[in-house]
């Protein structure tokens, strides 16, 4: 399953306060603080030494809280791209992929940088941590954790609203460590949210976390530093799709650590993050300088997420005010929040296939679209260096010859179940 525990190498602090504390194996909050703050980590690891590419991810273990190395990881590639660059009169476009690309040499079966995120919660899970892991999911990230989880023997519960089935593809069976669970037709992210946390108020069970989790962010930066290590330098501009925004936020804190680490430059890079119209929850939020999200009536929301392409980006409660969260990255970073159509995001896929040569996931075909429009409206300098953060792709490449089956769900719930209904449910799945 993994190699030996590995000691501890890092401290947490509450963004709020800068209260600096022992990680408790499994902390998500800053202890007796009343206002929330995310909470991240602080490295005895000053300079980042990147290991050897076998040990995929946790080649980045410096800046990861993880206890033990789990096997089967892919640590995302960087490359200075072609095609696209010429397209678009960029001198500097370094693509950022993670996905299935093995002649590039990254080889996630899942297909999504969620494998960043699974591999370094997994790994931050000890032998002493007892009981089932929740994970709420609109579907990339479920199928990491399941594979992941199923891989390592990690016992797990998905929720994932039904309609988002369609992304629990295999290429081999999941094992009996994991089970999913689903909201009915017509719900979305959040009704599969609020059915998690009914779950973790039940003995046994303990909460992922999602953006509170140092591990999740932790892995997710390893995008970012996988840019910078190999392009020698910070980027001016960086791109990505967002739903919750929670890999916005791991890039910026990845850039913090390298800022300190003082051979990459001293400045953070801009966070150009794009949503999927119509579902613009945190850029109608930037677009009125409000820290706060603006009131959305849930039936609007859900038709929202039911009308984009990316399924995946729709979060309606994403940690965008939170002390730590996106409307402090975006301010200290002097970013900015973007748009993409469904059409915009489809032609932008068929164009990075045409020009780079692999193909990728809805998500990171709406950070394309985009970049597209930025360079295309002059409004980033031809010789800016730019990273665009490919959250996922290979997927076609990965299934071609092969055998894909779909994990059923172990039940469905209504939108809104009682937590004894609830608890019989899962008594049976994991008795």
């Given at each position: 399953?993994?190699?030996?525990?590995?000691?501890?190498?890092?401290?947490?602090?509450?963004?709020?306060?800068?209260?600096?504390?022992?990680?408790?194996?499994?902390?998500?909050?800053?202890?007796?603080?009343?206002?929330?703050?995310?909470?991240?980590?602080?490295?005895?690891?000053?300079?980042?030494?990147?290991?050897?590419?076998?040990?995929?991810?946790?080649?980045?273990?410096?800046?990861?809280?993880?206890?033990?190395?789990?096997?089967?990881?892919?640590?995302?590639?960087?490359?200075?791209?072609?095609?696209?660059?010429?397209?678009?009169?960029?001198?500097?476009?370094?693509?950022?992929?993670?996905?299935?690309?093995?002649?590039?040499?990254?080889?996630?079966?899942?297909?999504?940088?969620?494998?960043?995120?699974?591999?370094?919660?997994?790994?931050?899970?000890?032998?002493?941590?007892?009981?089932?892991?929740?994970?709420?999911?609109?579907?990339?990230?479920?199928?990491?954790?399941?594979?992941?989880?199923?891989?390592?023997?990690?016992?797990?519960?998905?929720?994932?609203?039904?309609?988002?089935?369609?992304?629990?593809?295999?290429?081999?069976?999941?094992?009996?460590?994991?089970?999913?669970?689903?909201?009915?037709?017509?719900?979305?992210?959040?009704?599969?949210?609020?059915?998690?946390?009914?779950?973790?108020?039940?003995?046994?069970?303990?909460?992922?976390?999602?953006?509170?989790?140092?591990?999740?962010?932790?892995?997710?930066?390893?995008?970012?530093?996988?840019?910078?290590?190999?392009?020698?330098?910070?980027?001016?501009?960086?791109?990505?799709?967002?739903?919750?925004?929670?890999?916005?936020?791991?890039?910026?804190?990845?850039?913090?650590?390298?800022?300190?680490?003082?051979?990459?430059?001293?400045?953070?890079?801009?966070?150009?993050?794009?949503?999927?119209?119509?579902?613009?929850?945190?850029?109608?939020?930037?677009?009125?300088?409000?820290?706060?999200?603006?009131?959305?009536?849930?039936?609007?929301?859900?038709?929202?997420?039911?009308?984009?392409?990316?399924?995946?980006?729709?979060?309606?409660?994403?940690?965008?005010?939170i002390p730590g969260g996106l409307y402090d990255c975006l301010k200290d970073s002097g970013g900015d929040v973007l748009k993409a159509t469904n059409e915009e995001a489809m032609a932008a896929a068929e164009l990075f296939e045409q020009l780079e040569g692999n193909d990728i996931l809805s998500a990171p075909a709406v950070a394309t679209a985009a970049l597209i429009a930025e360079a295309k409206a002059g409004r980033i300098p031809k010789d800016a260096t730019v990273m665009l953060n490919i959250?996922?792709?290979?997927?076609?490449?990965?299934?071609?010859?092969?055998?894909?089956?779909?994990?059923?769900?172990?039940?469905?719930?209504?939108?809104?179940?009682?937590?004894?209904?609830?608890?019989?449910?899962?008594?049976?799945?994991?008795?």
């Amino acid at each position: 399953m993994s190699q030996d525990i590995k000691p501890t190498h890092y401290l947490l602090q509450s963004v709020k306060t800068g209260q600096q504390f022992s990680d408790q194996g499994w902390t998500l909050d800053a202890p007796n603080e009343k206002e929330p703050s995310l909470i991240r980590t602080v490295y005895e690891e000053v300079q980042l030494e990147v290991k050897d590419a076998s040990l995929g991810l946790f080649r980045f273990d410096d800046w990861l809280p993880v206890t033990r190395f789990l096997e089967g990881s892919s640590a995302p590639i960087t490359y200075k791209s072609e095609g696209l660059a010429k397209h678009l009169g960029l001198e500097n476009l370094y693509i950022t992929f993670s996905g299935y690309w093995p002649e590039k040499g990254v080889n996630m079966r899942t297909c999504s940088f969620k494998e960043t995120e699974a591999f370094a919660v997994g790994g931050r899970i000890t032998p002493a941590t007892k009981g089932v892991l929740v994970v709420a999911s609109a579907g990339n990230t479920a199928r990491a954790f399941a594979r992941v989880c199923s891989d390592n023997n990690i016992p797990l519960l998905l929720c994932v609203p039904e309609d988002n089935l369609d992304a629990m593809w295999f290429d081999e069976p999941i094992n009996d460590s994991v089970k999913l669970v689903c909201t009915r037709k017509g719900s979305d992210y959040f009704d599969a949210i609020h059915l998690s946390n009914k779950v973790v108020t039940l003995p046994g069970y303990y909460a992922e976390g999602g953006a509170r989790n140092v591990a999740r962010r932790d892995g997710m930066g390893t995008t970012t530093l996988s840019a910078v290590t190999t392009i020698g330098r910070i980027p001016d501009y960086y791109f990505q799709a967002i739903g919750s925004g929670t890999g916005a936020i791991a890039a910026w804190e990845a850039v913090d650590r390298l800022i300190v680490d003082g051979r990459y430059g001293n400045k953070q890079m801009k966070l150009m993050i794009a949503q999927n119209e119509p579902f613009l929850a945190v850029y109608n939020a930037w677009k009125a300088d409000s820290r706060q999200l603006l009131p959305l009536d849930d039936d609007e929301a859900r038709k929202q997420s039911e009308a984009i392409v990316a399924k995946v980006l729709a979060n309606r409660f994403p940690p965008y005010p939170i002390p730590g969260g996106l409307y402090d990255c975006l301010k200290d970073s002097g970013g900015d929040v973007l748009k993409a159509t469904n059409e915009e995001a489809m032609a932008a896929a068929e164009l990075f296939e045409q020009l780079e040569g692999n193909d990728i996931l809805s998500a990171p075909a709406v950070a394309t679209a985009a970049l597209i429009a930025e360079a295309k409206a002059g409004r980033i300098p031809k010789d800016a260096t730019v990273m665009l953060n490919i959250t996922g792709g290979g997927e076609k490449h990965f299934k071609r010859n092969k055998e894909i089956i779909y994990k059923q769900p172990d039940h469905i719930f209504d939108i809104n179940p009682g937590v004894e209904d609830i608890k019989k449910v899962l008594d049976q799945l994991f008795k």
